[in-house]
């Protein structure tokens, strides 16, 4: 902007300067040639007068005579001047001339006297005018330069100053205020960011409240489940009833995370992020999901072909793998396939989900990441969801292709060197209740 702005002043001062300034050039050139022309009448005139007096008193004009009054008066030098008296003589004083000014001018007694000068005086003014009038534009033009730069840096800094006061309230600190600026322009689009701040600080805190109060509510039961479930896994003697309850406790406790970080957006928007061995999220996740594809007659596959450590969080990689298997198990068909590649630049890995169902409707499928975009009536979350999850890892999530559905996951890969289990080898197994963990 302060670049625009100063171009636009400098362009006007420029455009004035020339519609002035070349109409008086030529007008004040014209007016020193003129003036130069009425001093040359003005002597020839004065030369006329003088020999009509000697006329009058008889006496003789000589050369002499003539030649005073040629002599110059200004740098123009000596006139060549031509004294025609009328039935008597003529006297000529000075060398002859070929261009420059010329006076002709004929006395009431019949003196004729025409005189030449050069024209050298009369350009020399007229060029020292343009040059004055050219020194001024440019003059007019520096000063309207400054002026701008000045004037530009005064608009743009209030301007730059309540972009900041923006950027601020988006980023969340909506008590963001600055200094007024004096015009009036700006400083009434401050007042309005400072009162747009002042109803999202109300309404963050309203969001912030609910979010604690679902949160409590949500999180008060689910912890009571899980403690009862564990009380059921450590006093059952039925092995399937501990492997049912272990089933459903990790379900309790994926649930929770699932609560929180809906939650907590800040918490999701951000990551923590590890190397993480992709078999150990397929392995759970076709603990999970396995029986479910099983009961609908349909087989769930998990390939690990790129074999190597991603960069990711567990829970995350593992919430957006499940929404994923999840909407393959509904809407899908055949078998769903899970499969980890390597990418095409070597630096990634593709985690690919696949299915042989009818796909995605075309129409739908350019939205089918936003918030609230359902072709089977659904609410519309879990797709978007699992989209921010995975830009909160570092990751990108992608439909590929519609008929049949194509998802891919692309994750940073581990240079084999950063392997975890190299840097830092496993720890022993310790027993928790009836579940077993490596530290």
Request: charged share 25%.
């Amino acid at each position: 902007m302060r670049e625009r702005t100063t171009r636009m002043i400098v362009t006007a001062v420029l455009v004035m300067a020339v519609l002035m300034g070349v109409p008086g050039s030529i007008l004040g050139g014209a007016l020193m040639w003129n003036s130069h022309q009425a001093a040359l009448d003005a002597r020839a005139q004065t030369l006329a007068g003088a020999i009509d007096r000697r006329l009058d008193d008889d006496q003789w004009v000589t050369q002499s005579t003539v030649a005073s009054w040629a002599r110059p008066t200004s740098n123009a030098g000596e006139a060549f001047t031509v004294a025609e008296i009328p039935s008597r003589y003529t006297v000529v004083s000075g060398e002859p001339r070929e261009g420059g000014l010329t006076s002709h001018y004929r006395s009431t007694s019949g003196v004729v006297v025409d005189m030449t000068i050069s024209s050298s005086a009369a350009i020399s003014s007229v060029v020292i005018t343009v040059g004055m009038f050219g020194a001024g534009a440019l003059a007019a033009v520096v000063i309207g330069w400054a002026l701008a730069r000045s004037m530009a840096r005064r608009l743009s800094a209030p301007l730059i100053y309540l972009a900041a006061q923006a950027e601020q309230i988006g980023s969340g600190n909506v008590r963001a205020h600055i200094r007024p600026s004096g015009i009036e322009e700006i400083d009434l689009v401050q007042e309005e960011l400072v009162r747009t701040g002042e109803r999202m600080a109300g309404r963050l805190a309203a969001e912030r409240q609910r979010s604690a109060d679902a949160s409590h509510q949500l999180r008060t039961p689910l912890t009571a489940l899980s403690m009862r479930l564990e009380e059921i896994e450590m006093i059952t003697e039925d092995e399937e009833v501990r492997t049912e309850a272990a089933a459903c406790l990790d379900q309790v406790e994926r649930m929770t995370t699932v609560v929180s970080e809906l939650l907590d957006e800040k918490r999701r928007n951000q990551s923590s992020t590890e190397a993480l061995h992709i078999l150990e999220v397929f392995n759970s996740q076709r603990e999970e999901w396995e029986s479910q594809f099983e009961a609908e007659g349909r087989k769930l596959v998990f390939m690990d072909e790129a074999e190597r450590p991603v960069l990711g969080e567990s829970g995350k990689l593992a919430q957006v793998l499940a929404t994923l298997i999840e909407n393959s198990l509904r809407y899908g068909g055949g078998t769903t396939t899970v499969k980890a590649k390597k990418s095409s630049s070597s630096r990634g890995v593709v985690i690919e989900v696949s299915d042989e169902g009818p796909g995605i409707d075309d129409n739908l499928a350019p939205d089918v990441f936003e918030m609230g975009v359902s072709g089977h009536g659904s609410s519309g979350i879990g797709l978007a969801l699992a989209k921010d999850l995975a830009q909160a890892m570092g990751g990108r999530l992608e439909l590929v292709q519609h008929k049949p559905a194509v998802f891919t996951l692309s994750l940073s890969a581990i240079p084999s060197n950063f392997d975890p289990d190299f840097v830092m080898p496993q720890g022993p197994l310790i027993s928790v209740g009836r579940r077993s963990r490596r530290f």
